[in-house]
């Protein structure tokens, strides 16, 4: 690829900045070796993932473009190596397309990471916080004058420079240089949060501090959009970071920019946005669940791109865009506002499900948590809703006090006789699986221990380093992933080695075939202890209930009855309050649907049946929405994005981050609740009609939950 440089002059303060236009670039194909080394690397990723998840499905494939330039934002970005290939990997099947994800700089760098980087066709982003070095000397910071950083024995002036980075020690956060006044005093862009007593006693006190330069990101931007025009597709988590929060972390503006800079620059091309919603249950255990829900395309109008390129909206433009995008990805996910609220809403789904059928789609499943968790909280602060989840929480102790999963309650029958013939075939058959996998189980034993081991080491590390991550589980997935992807192959070669040569075990007169042999053997007997230990575990857990059917039946039925009672309450409630929320709320039809079998009918049909719909209640709501946003754009929020408030006049695409900084991610609790009531208030029909329209395309799937 080749560039043509070109320097202009920008004024900052009294002085002329130089900066570099890397405006034009000569695309080049990716050569055909690149592609099939893309493919095969997928698919054995793809198989690999098969073997840590248990299902991996997808919902609504065919709004994906089949043509043009498409730009996949996704979130929430739950596990760092393993969301792009599930994502990269769906894309493929639905659409024959490869998706080049944008990955930080320092990533490229590392071996592993950065091969399987290399070998998606990944673009590469600088970041100033990968390039942070120790400053000389210690600052402190006049709480009447946040913004205002006083040094003490520093060298600002050689050490920093004007949109640069300066941060605190051990991660606590990092903020932009806006002026460099002397060596001894400078200003930032915003104040460091306080939201951590550490950082305000440091900042008091005095401490040493990290700095980095300015990272010119206008290259970045410009290979992008030469890649979009060139009708490839880009996938970038505008989060800017893993995490494993329940809700969603404020989106960064570099995808709003990515697709208005592309068709301001290229104004023959249509970039389409396509949000992608990465649902995961249990995302850091082994086999769980996965889901990718895909939303409909985002059209960036001829108006939008005319406002980006205005130097007086630019910035409104791409706000709107974002607000746009965070709508789409909210439409696709299952965001709550903690834990223990997600744990409600899950319970409250299977208690209420109940009704409907034994086994859901599993789309269907993401659908009802989405909807459960708006009706929640809309209806937060409603007695009946505080008194229900009190009852949620009582039912959830008492199936921990028994140690029994929900959908076990109900089917558990007290019958002695039958109970008691039912465990003993049942443990019978779980010893002889157990006997059956015990050898893979053995040999395979060493990966997980390292795994496992590595990977919770590797997640203290994360949780240490991160103001936005919980319990790190967003990295424990990944660790094993690659643990075992390097480790099993070592292993393996160990066991075939040791069978093939000390044992003396030949297949064949030839050693080398019969290490060839045994190898592939031993990954046979791994993976078929896979599949009879998922059999296996299945019939363990439903041992207990037979168990507690037989010695303490009294308690059991008194759980059932507890249950039974819960079920009538949370259904009684949800078909009292889901109108309100969704006019097209109608708990009849679709039960009897599930219940008579009726699983598919066309979707396209569905779309028109909606579509009258949607249209009318759009000229109904769109003065109601055109004032809200007007009110959003009156009044500029605290926790506005860094890459937003960076743009300026010209457009300038040279310090706009794409990913975030530590700075940006920290004081995450405030900042989510923040970005939540901004989301209520721009909250329109296109939510309604959107999931009006999905839980109908749930209806369709074919295949249930096991």
């Known amino acids: 690829m080749e560039k043509r440089l070109v320097?202009?002059?920008?004024?900052?303060?009294?002085?002329?900045?130089?900066?570099?236009?890397?405006?034009?670039y000569t695309y080049e194909e990716p050569p055909t070796y690149r592609?099939?080394?893309?493919?095969?690397?997928?698919?054995?990723?793809?198989?690999?993932?098969?073997?840590?998840f248990r299902e991996i499905r997808s919902r609504g494939r065919y709004k994906i473009p089949r043509q043009g330039p498409i730009i996949f934002v996704a979130a929430p970005h739950a596990n760092q190596f393993i969301d792009p290939v599930i994502l990269m990997g769906q894309v493929k099947r639905a659409v024959n397309k490869r998706v080049s994800f944008l990955v930080a700089e320092k990533s490229l760098k590392r071996k592993a990471i950065g091969t399987f980087a290399r070998c998606a066709m990944s673009i590469g982003v600088s970041r100033a916080q990968d390039n942070l070095k120790p400053g000389t000397g210690k600052i402190t910071i006049n709480m009447d004058e946040p913004r205002k950083v006083i040094g003490h024995g520093t060298k600002f002036t050689k050490e920093c420079s004007p949109q640069g980075l300066i941060g605190l020690p051990r991660s606590l956060g990092?903020?932009?240089?806006?002026?460099?006044?002397?060596?001894?005093?400078?200003?930032?862009?915003?104040?460091?949060?306080?939201?951590?007593?550490?950082?305000?006693?440091?900042?008091?006190?005095?401490?040493?501090?990290?700095?980095?330069?300015?990272?010119?990101?206008?290259?970045?931007?410009?290979?992008?959009?030469?890649?979009?025009?060139?009708?490839?597709?880009?996938?970038?988590?505008?989060?800017?970071?893993?995490?494993?929060?329940?809700?969603?972390?404020?989106?960064?503006?570099?995808?709003?920019?990515?697709?208005?800079g592309c068709m301001s620059k290229h104004p023959d091309i249509n970039v389409r946005i396509?949000?992608?919603?990465?649902?995961?249950?249990?995302?850091?255990?082994?086999?769980?669940?996965?889901?990718?829900?895909f939303g409909n395309p985002i059209e960036i109008s001829s108006e939008l791109v005319a406002k980006y390129n205005n130097s007086e909206t630019n910035r409104d433009a791409v706000k709107e865009l974002l607000d746009t995008i965070s709508e789409g990805l909210r439409a696709v996910t299952v965001t709550c506002p903690d834990y223990e609220t997600m744990m409600v809403v899950q319970a409250v789904r299977r208690l209420y499900a109940g009704h409907l059928s034994a086994k859901l789609p599993l789309a269907l499943v993401i659908e009802m948590n989405r909807r459960l968790v708006h009706?929640?909280?809309?209806f937060k602060d409603d007695p009946r809703i505080m008194q229900l989840k009190e009852d949620v929480l009582k039912y959830n102790a008492n199936l921990r006090h028994f140690n029994i999963p929900d959908h076990q309650v109900e089917t558990a029958k007290i019958?002695?006789?039958?109970?008691?013939?039912?465990?003993?075939?049942?443990?019978?058959?779980?010893?002889?699986?157990?006997?059956?996998?015990?050898?893979?189980?053995?040999?395979?034993?060493?990966?997980?221990?390292?795994?496992?081991?590595?990977?919770?080491?590797?997640?203290?590390?994360?949780?240490a380093a991160s103001t936005v991550k919980i319990k790190a589980n967003d990295v424990i997935a990944t660790w094993k992933i690659l643990i075992g992807m390097g480790?099993?192959?070592?292993?393996?070669?160990?066991?075939?080695?040791?069978?093939?040569?000390?044992?003396?075990?030949?297949?064949?007169?030839?050693?080398?075939?019969?290490?060839?042999?045994?190898?592939?053997?031993?990954?046979?007997?791994?993976?078929?202890?896979?599949?009879?230990?998922?059999?296996?575990?299945?019939?363990?857990?439903?041992?207990?209930?037979?168990?507690?059917?037989?010695?303490?039946?009294?308690?059991?039925?008194?759980?059932?009855?507890?249950?039974?009672?819960?079920?009538?309450?949370i259904t009684e409630t949800v078909n009292t309050l889901g109108p309100q929320i969704f006019p097209d709320f109608d708990a009849g039809s679709l039960f009897d649907?599930?219940?008579?079998?009726?699983?598919?009918?066309?979707?396209?049909?569905?779309?028109?049946?909606?579509?009258?719909?949607?249209?009318?209640?759009?000229?109904?709501?769109?003065?109601?929405?055109?004032?809200?946003?007007?009110?959003?754009?009156?009044?500029?929020?605290?926790?506005?994005?860094?890459?937003?408030?960076?743009?300026?006049?010209?457009?300038?695409?040279?310090?706009?981050?794409?990913?975030?900084?530590?700075?940006?991610?920290?004081?995450?609790?405030?900042?989510?609740?923040?970005?939540?009531?901004?989301?209520?208030?721009?909250?329109?029909?296109?939510?309604?009609?959107?999931?009006?329209?999905?839980?109908?395309?749930?209806?369709?799937?074919?295949?249930?939950?096991?």
């Open 7 to 24: 320097t202009k002059g920008t004024e900052v303060g009294n002085s002329i900045q130089v900066e570099e236009d890397y405006n034009s």
């Open 35 to 52: 592609k099939v080394v893309y493919d095969v690397f997928l698919w054995l990723l793809s198989n690999i993932f098969d073997c840590f």
């Open 174 to 260: 990092n903020v932009t240089i806006e002026s460099v006044e002397s060596d001894t005093e400078l200003t930032i862009r915003k104040e460091f949060r306080m939201n951590k007593s550490e950082v305000k006693s440091l900042l008091t006190k005095g401490t040493s501090f990290k700095f980095a330069p300015k990272v010119n990101q206008r290259e970045v931007y410009h290979r992008v959009f030469e890649h979009l025009y060139h009708d490839q597709c880009v996938g970038i988590f505008p989060e800017g970071g893993s995490h494993d929060r329940t809700d969603l972390l404020p989106l960064k503006a570099g995808v709003a920019i990515m697709a208005l």
């Open 274 to 293: 396509v949000p992608c919603g990465m649902n995961y249950f249990h995302p850091h255990k082994f086999r769980s669940r996965a889901v990718v829900e």
């Open 375 to 378: 009706g929640y909280t809309t």
């Open 415 to 463: 019958n002695f006789t039958r109970n008691l013939g039912l465990l003993i075939f049942r443990s019978l058959r779980l010893l002889v699986s157990v006997i059956l996998a015990l050898p893979g189980i053995i040999m395979f034993s060493p990966v997980f221990i390292v795994a496992k081991t590595i990977s919770k080491k590797k997640a203290r590390e994360a949780l």
């Open 487 to 569: 480790f099993a192959p070592l292993l393996y070669t160990f066991w075939s080695a040791l069978i093939t040569c000390y044992f003396h075990v030949s297949i064949t007169e030839n050693k080398f075939v019969s290490f060839a042999a045994i190898y592939i053997l031993c990954s046979m007997l791994t993976y078929s202890a896979l599949i009879i230990g998922d059999n296996g575990m299945d019939v363990f857990k439903s041992l207990r209930p037979l168990y507690l059917s037989i010695t303490t039946p009294e308690s059991l039925k008194d759980l059932q009855k507890e249950r039974c009672v819960l079920a009538e309450k």
């Open 593 to 706: 649907k599930y219940k008579n079998g009726y699983s598919q009918f066309d979707e396209e049909e569905e779309d028109r049946k909606t579509s009258e719909l949607r249209r009318r209640r759009l000229l109904k709501k769109k003065k109601q929405g055109i004032e809200r946003k007007k009110e959003i754009s009156s009044t500029e929020s605290e926790e506005e994005s860094d890459a937003v408030s960076m743009i300026n006049s010209d457009n300038s695409l040279s310090n706009i981050p794409i990913f975030s900084t530590s700075g940006a991610r920290s004081g995450s609790v405030s900042s989510l609740t923040s970005l939540s009531s901004g989301f209520e208030i721009v909250e329109d029909m296109t939510r309604e009609d959107e999931l009006s329209r999905k839980i109908a395309h749930a209806v369709r799937e074919k295949r249930f939950l096991d």
